[in-house]
C-alpha cells in the first residue's frame, strides 16, 4: 500500500499548492486515530489531482520520453525540399527544433583567381559576442534541418537545397552559401560529403562578402592525390597560406567515401582546423578578426556538395588596445618615461611631435644603441607596429631583458629596416640570426606554389595593401628624399610559448621556434648604434581579449 501511495502521490504532490493544501487537510491527529478517517480522504484527493492532471508515473515517462525523441528526430526528420533561388527570398519551415543562429549572407566567387581588395566593400557591423568574464554561450545550431534561415546567397546563381536534414548546392560555377551573421572568435563544427568524380569544396572561416564575391580564409576538403584537405587557404586574396605539402598524419584525416567532419577554432588572430579530430592547420594571421561562416561548391558542373550538423560555439572577442598613439601622445608623462609606460636607455632620441613617436640617431654623435623599453614585463602576446622608415637599422624587441652594458638589451628582435632581411627574428646576445624572412618557404611549399609566396612578399616589401598589384621595375625606384615621403607600415609580432611569428603588411615574414627564449620580458623599440637613424611610429598596439 505506501509503495502504491508513494507511486501515485508523487507526481501529484509536485504539482500547484491547492492539491498540496488540500491533501494536508485530511493528515492524521486532525481527524482522530482512525486510519480511514486519513487514508480514504488522502486517496480520495490523489485520485482528483490523477483524473485533473491527467498524469501517471508512466504517463509522465512517457511524455519525458516523447519529448526527447521529438527533439532528437528535428534533424533527421524528413522536410520537404526547399529551393532557394539566388534572389527570392525562401521562407522558413516552421521546425521544434531550436532556433538557427543568423549566418553572415552567402558569397560566391567569380570564377576569375584575381586578387580582391580587403577594403572593397564594408561588411556589416558583426553581432556583438559575449564579453570576456561572462558566461560563455553554449554551442547552437547554425543549420535547424529544415529551413535556411539565418543563411544567404549573395551571388546570382547557385541553387540551394535542403533535403532529408542536409543542405545541398548544386551549380555551374563557384558560389558559398554564407552566414548572415559575423562572428568574432568561436569554434564551428560541420559535416561534409563531397560528391564522386572531380571535387573540390571547403569551410570558410571569418569569410567577407561582396555582391558576388567571397574572400577570406578558408579550410579545404580537398580530394585529390594531393590531399590538402583542412590546409588553410587564403580565398581570393594570397592563395595557399598552409598547403599540406609532406604532412602526412594531416593528409590521412580525410576520407573522400564518407562524411567528414571538420572543427574550425578561430580566437584572436590564431586559427586551428581539425579534420575528424586530427590537428590540421594551426597558424597565425592578423588579417580577419571577425567574419562570417560558409559552405563552399567550387564550380563542377552538376555536382551536388552535401553539409550537416553545422554548429558554432561563440568565444568572445579580440582586439587591439594601444600602446601609444595620438590619442595617448596628449597625455602626461610620467617621470622618468618618454611615452606612457615606456623609458630609453641608451643613444639616440625619442620625441613625440604631431602625435608622431620619433626616433633619431647619427653616425656622427658615435652613440651607442639606444631603445624605447615597456616598464611592463609580457609573456605570450601579439603587437602591431604602424611605422615608416627612411634610414637605419630598427626592430621591435619581445621577452627581452634590459642590460647594464652595452647593447643594453638581451633577447630576440624582429627586424625593421629597408634591408632584405626586414621581418627576419635576430637573438641580440644569443645566437644571432635565428630566423630570415621566407624561413618557412621550402619546407611547407611545394616548388609550384613558392612564386606567388614571393610576389605577395614583394608586394609587403613595398608597402602594398593585399588588393595592390606589384609596382613593375621596384627594384629601380628611388628611396625616399626624407622620411614624409615613405610609406606607413605594418609589422605584427606574435609570441606564443617558444613560437614567434612575424608579419609584413599582412604577408607572413618568419615563423620560428626559439627553444631559449625567455618566458617573459619587456618589448622594446630600438635605434641602432653608429648610424644615421628615422624612424616614425604613428601607433604602438597589443591584442587582448575585449572586457
Request: charged share 25%; proline share 6%.
Amino acid at each position: 500500500m505506501n509503495t502504491l501511495l508513494s507511486r501515485v502521490a508523487t507526481p501529484v504532490l509536485a504539482r500547484p499548492m491547492s492539491l498540496r493544501a488540500a491533501t494536508r487537510a485530511v493528515e492524521p491527529g486532525r481527524h482522530g486515530n482512525d486510519w480511514r478517517s486519513s487514508v480514504i480522504p488522502t486517496l480520495a484527493w490523489i485520485c482528483f489531482g490523477i483524473l485533473t492532471l491527467g498524469l501517471t508515473p508512466v504517463a509522465m515517462a512517457e511524455v519525458d520520453a516523447a519529448a526527447v525523441a521529438k527533439a532528437s528526430d528535428a534533424v533527421a526528420a524528413k522536410p520537404a525540399a526547399v529551393v532557394v533561388t539566388p534572389v527570392a527570398e525562401t521562407t522558413a519551415a516552421e521546425s521544434p527544433a531550436p532556433k538557427a543562429a543568423a549566418p553572415e549572407e552567402a558569397a560566391t566567387e567569380t570564377p576569375s583567381e584575381e586578387m580582391a581588395s580587403a577594403d572593397a566593400a564594408e561588411s556589416p557591423k558583426p553581432t556583438e559576442a559575449p564579453a570576456v568574464g561572462k558566461s560563455p554561450a553554449k554551442a547552437r545550431l547554425l543549420f535547424d534541418g529544415k529551413s535556411l534561415a539565418g543563411w544567404t546567397n549573395p551571388y546570382e546563381w547557385g541553387t540551394v537545397e535542403v533535403v532529408e536534414g542536409e543542405i545541398h548546392l548544386t551549380a555551374d560555377k563557384k558560389f558559398f552559401l554564407m552566414t548572415e551573421q559575423e562572428f568574432y572568435d568561436y569554434e564551428f563544427e560541420g559535416e561534409v560529403k563531397l560528391p564522386e568524380g572531380v571535387s573540390n569544396s571547403g569551410f570558410m572561416a571569418r569569410g567577407q562578402v561582396e555582391p558576388n564575391n567571397v574572400f577570406g580564409y578558408q579550410a579545404e576538403a580537398d580530394p585529390t592525390d594531393r590531399r590538402w584537405s583542412g590546409g588553410l587557404y587564403d580565398e581570393r586574396r594570397r592563395q595557399w597560406l598552409n598547403p599540406l605539402w609532406k604532412a602526412s598524419e594531416a593528409q590521412d584525416a580525410f576520407d573522400r567515401n564518407r562524411w567528414n567532419r571538420y572543427r574550425i577554432r578561430c580566437v584572436g588572430h590564431h586559427l586551428q582546423f581539425f579534420v575528424n579530430d586530427v590537428p590540421t592547420t594551426d597558424y597565425f594571421d592578423p588579417v580577419d578578426l571577425h567574419g562570417r561562416i560558409g559552405i563552399q561548391h567550387h564550380g563542377e558542373k552538376g555536382q551536388t556538395y552535401r553539409f550537416r550538423n553545422m554548429t558554432v560555439k561563440e568565444l568572445g572577442r579580440h582586439e587591439w588596445k594601444p600602446l601609444f598613439n595620438s590619442d595617448i601622445a596628449k597625455q602626461e608623462v610620467p617621470e622618468g618615461e618618454v611615452i606612457p609606460g615606456f623609458r630609453s636607455v641608451g643613444g639616440g632620441a625619442w620625441t613625440v611631435v604631431d602625435g608622431i613617436l620619433q626616433g633619431r640617431a647619427s653616425s656622427e654623435a658615435n652613440e651607442p644603441n639606444g631603445l624605447l623599453y615597456s616598464t611592463k614585463q609580457y609573456t605570450d602576446g601579439t603587437y602591431r607596429i604602424v611605422y615608416r622608415f627612411h634610414k637605419g637599422d630598427s626592430g621591435l624587441f619581445v621577452r627581452s631583458a634590459i642590460t647594464d652594458s652595452k647593447p643594453f638589451i638581451k633577447g630576440v628582435q624582429c627586424e625593421v629596416d629597408g634591408s632584405d632581411q626586414v621581418g627576419g627574428l635576430y637573438q641580440t646576445g644569443g645566437k644571432g640570426w635565428v630566423a630570415q624572412p621566407l624561413n618557412y618557404l621550402e619546407a611547407n611549399f611545394p616548388p609550384d606554389r613558392r612564386d606567388v609566396v614571393r610576389k605577395n612578399w614583394e608586394k609587403a616589401r613595398q608597402g602594398l595593401s593585399l588588393g595592390d598589384k606589384l609596382k613593375p621595375d621596384a627594384s629601380d625606384a628611388k628611396e625616399p628624399a626624407s622620411i614624409e615621403e615613405a610609406p606607413w607600415q605594418t609589422m605584427v609580432v606574435n609570441v606564443k610559448g617558444k613560437r614567434v611569428v612575424t608579419h609584413l603588411n599582412n604577408c607572413l615574414a618568419a615563423d620560428c621556434v626559439i627553444d631559449d627564449l625567455a618566458d617573459s620580458g619587456v618589448i622594446a623599440l630600438q635605434l641602432h648604434g653608429n648610424q644615421d637613424m628615422e624612424i616614425d611610429f604613428k601607433s604602438i598596439e597589443i591584442l587582448q581579449p575585449a572586457k
